[in-house]
């Protein structure tokens, strides 16, 4: 399995601003994912990040919101831009999902937005 | 659309009963279903999971009953305990689904001592 670390853990922030969560992983690995996981409700995907190319936005998400960075194989970022109160949620990267093998998330940020 | 259904939303259940977490699913491509316990404050982690080819799985005190042809699969916590208490998820990816999984809607679980 994978240890995955996410910074920052929690963050509070205002209307309008925006805030980029990073996400790293203790080995290499090819795909990384970002989820959405709203108060009380299940998880959403809301993009997979390959190094070295774009990121693929599942219908819902769009990259002027959600920019990523996937810089190497072992670290990624996500940007929350033009928050609103909307946005408060845990956001989580994830690491897998190769047919051999499975998921692993890390911690989430938990995101309020005032 | 839901992709994976699942219920009952929360479950409450008495020390050393069974705790059961029902599952089902549409597309017929799904071949991986794992299931996720998530504690409060952390991210999901990976409890235990199945493919199509057997019908049942356990790994201790957690068993994973897969119904192929009902397309429904359930997870079955005996003798729960209240560090059980948590989320979980069930989850489902496919070949037709290149590497993403369709989460359920969690079930929140709490063990009474």
């Known amino acids: 399995s994978a240890v995955i670390s996410q910074k920052p853990s929690r963050d509070i922030c205002q209307r309008g601003t925006s805030l980029t969560i990073q996400c790293q992983v203790d080995s290499q690995v090819t795909m990384m994912f970002w989820y959405r996981q709203q108060p009380g409700q299940s998880l959403t995907l809301i993009a997979t990040a390959n190094q070295g190319s774009e990121a693929t936005y599942e219908s819902g998400f769009v990259i002027d919101k959600f920019p990523i960075s996937r810089p190497n194989l072992t670290f990624s970022t996500l940007t929350v831009s033009n928050m609103s109160p909307e946005d408060s949620s845990i956001y989580l990267c994830?690491?897998?999902?190769?047919?051999?093998?499975?998921?692993?998330f890390g911690p989430g940020t938990r995101l309020t937005v005032l | 659309q839901q992709q994976v259904k699942q219920s009952p939303q929360s479950l409450i259940v008495q020390k050393g009963g069974i705790s059961i977490i029902n599952c089902a699913y549409e597309n017929t491509a799904f071949d991986y279903f794992p299931w996720y316990q998530q504690f409060p404050g952390k991210g999901p982690a990976l409890l235990i999971a199945?493919?199509?080819?057997?019908s049942e799985k356990k790994e201790g005190r957690f068993t994973i009953s897969f119904n192929k042809s009902a397309k429904q699969f359930s997870l079955h916590i005996m003798d729960s305990q209240p560090g059980d208490s948590a989320t979980y998820f069930c989850a489902a990816r496919g070949t037709n689904t290149g590497n993403q999984f369709y989460f359920g809607t969690g079930t929140s679980l709490t063990v009474i001592p």
């Open positions: 994830s690491v897998g999902g190769t047919l051999t093998d499975t998921q692993y």
């Open positions: 199945i493919r199509p080819d057997v």
